[in-house]
């Protein structure tokens, strides 16, 4: 019994002494930046040859020696790695693999990514703030604008909502933010997510004319006043 606790902590001291700082990104976006699994495998190999056994430029062989590949097929894969800009060989005047690259790829796809959900986010306002000018009859005010991003981006309401919201105060001839923040808020507070809840919702507190009223006006007609809950 005290033999295998010994043996137990013998491999607890070994894998603390051979862990090392690897980039998470590396593993969870390995995928979309277009890398195979044996490739972030031969990077990770090339980042514990430097890191943790301070060899800066192991040889083919040692590297084929971990890895399930063969010595020409870690020299083709190394030759890939370099053309893709995810490895340096030989650069910055020094011997061995530049992994600074890694980093580097990694930043850029990052901020890439970023920019992307920018210009996503802003072409979603714009086309926003379009409808509703568009059913206002006016310019949206800044403070309209900066209402209307809360939603977006701090309650989180689906564009779909918002518009069902705007459609809802359209019917109920109560076209203005605040008339669109208090159906907003009373969708919220009843759990509504998509605009077929919203209008399935609506038509709870609508009264269909009748045929025993004949000389009602057809513009007169019952609706939820959301100001008033």
């Avoid at 933010?177 to 919220?188: A, G, S």
């Avoid at 399935?200 to 513009?219: A, G, L, N, Y």
Wanted: net charge negative.
């Amino acid at each position: 019994m005290k033999g295998n606790e010994k043996i137990r902590a013998m491999f607890v001291q070994l894998l603390q002494k051979g862990t090392i700082p690897l980039p998470v990104a590396l593993f969870t976006e390995y995928k979309r930046l277009g890398l195979r699994e044996t490739e972030v495998l031969l990077l990770t190999q090339l980042l514990i040859f430097q890191e943790k056994e301070k060899i800066a430029a192991p040889t083919f062989q040692e590297l084929s020696y971990r890895m399930n590949l063969t010595i020409q097929e870690i020299a083709d894969m190394v030759a890939k790695l370099s053309k893709d800009g995810w490895v340096g060989i030989g650069s910055k005047g020094e011997k061995g693999y530049d992994l600074s690259l890694i980093y580097e790829r990694l930043v850029a796809s990052i901020e890439e990514e970023d920019d992307e959900i920018i210009i996503d986010s802003d072409e979603q306002y714009q086309t926003l703030f379009h409808l509703i000018e568009q059913e206002f009859g006016r310019p949206l005010s800044p403070n309209e604008c900066e209402h209307i991003i809360k939603w977006l981006d701090e309650d989180l309401y689906p564009e779909e909502l918002i518009e069902a919201a705007l459609r809802e105060a359209v019917y109920c001839e109560k076209i203005s933010i605040r008339y669109m923040d208090r159906i907003l808020m009373e969708w919220e507070r009843h759990q509504i997510r998509t605009a077929e809840q919203a209008i399935q919702f609506s038509k709870r507190f609508r009264q269909p004319e009748t045929p025993v009223q004949p000389k009602r006006s057809t513009s007169e007609f019952t609706f939820y006043n959301w100001l008033e809950g």
